[in-house]
């Protein structure tokens, strides 16, 4: 069982560069998630999706765009990449009826804009 | 604005003792409140979560304790293990966890 499978792990990247970073996840969850997180902060909601097509923001969606084309992948784009976007994203999913709640990551990107 | 503030930072426990991290929030309309460990180089993963109809969840080492009334909340670990060395995150929600707040985080190391 795959899960949540986001690439790339690691990239460097130079101020103003554009690059996407894909989720995909083979649970057949409606829900999926793009958070970023950085030391002592916890992890900040970016963009969220209830389901293919649909797709809403959450806490700190600027300088971020997604698509839900599919139940199955999210992508994240980050255009003109600044320092700011530094950071540790984890892509989740759950399910759309569960009512546990329970996230399930993938295992993150690492990404350095310098 | 932190909705969930999270301590201590970072807490060092000997193997054998209690680990004890505490959560508040704000928002009195959340009703999902989950803890999440994460080991280093991995995404986070759900350990244990509380509704607030009940004060007290206990699964394994691991207990919730809720305090509706002090919005508050914490996860107590007992006869801690250095496999429990990890970051763990106290979370709130409200209904279907679109917009799940998390708190800072904990660094917790057991020594042996």
């Known amino acids: 069982n795959a899960g949540v499978t986001q690439t790339p792990k690691f990239r460097i990247l130079k101020i103003g560069q554009s690059m996407t970073l894909q989720c995909t996840q083979d649970?057949?969850?409606?829900?999926m998630y793009w958070y970023r997180q950085d030391p002592g902060m916890g992890l900040k909601l970016i963009y969220y999706?209830?389901?293919?097509?649909?797709?809403d923001k959450g806490e700190v969606p600027n300088g971020y765009n997604v698509s839900r084309s599919t139940t199955e992948d999210f992508p994240l784009r980050l255009e003109l990449a600044a320092p700011s976007q530094t950071s540790v994203y984890f892509c989740a999913s759950s399910g759309s009826r569960s009512n546990t709640g329970e996230l399930f990551f993938g295992e993150g990107s690492r990404l350095t804009v310098l | 604005q932190q909705q969930v503030k999270q301590s201590p930072q970072s807490l060092i426990v000997q193997k054998g003792g209690i680990s004890i991290i505490n959560c508040a929030y704000e928002?009195?309309?959340?009703?999902?409140f989950p803890w999440y460990q994460q080991f280093p180089g991995k995404g986070p993963a759900l350990l244990i979560a509380?509704?607030?109809?009940?004060s007290e969840k206990k699964e394994g080492r691991f207990t919730i304790s809720f305090n509706k009334s002090a919005k508050q909340f914490s996860l107590h670990i007992m006869d801690s293990q250095p496999g429990d060395s990890a970051t763990y995150f106290c979370a709130a929600s409200i209904g279907n966890n679109n917009d799940m707040r998390f708190g800072a985080g904990t660094r917790l190391t057991v020594k042996p």
């Open positions: 999706s209830v389901g293919a097509g649909i797709t």
């Open positions: 649970m057949n969850h409606n829900y």
């Open positions: 928002n009195t309309a959340f009703d999902y």
């Open positions: 509380i509704r607030p109809d009940v």
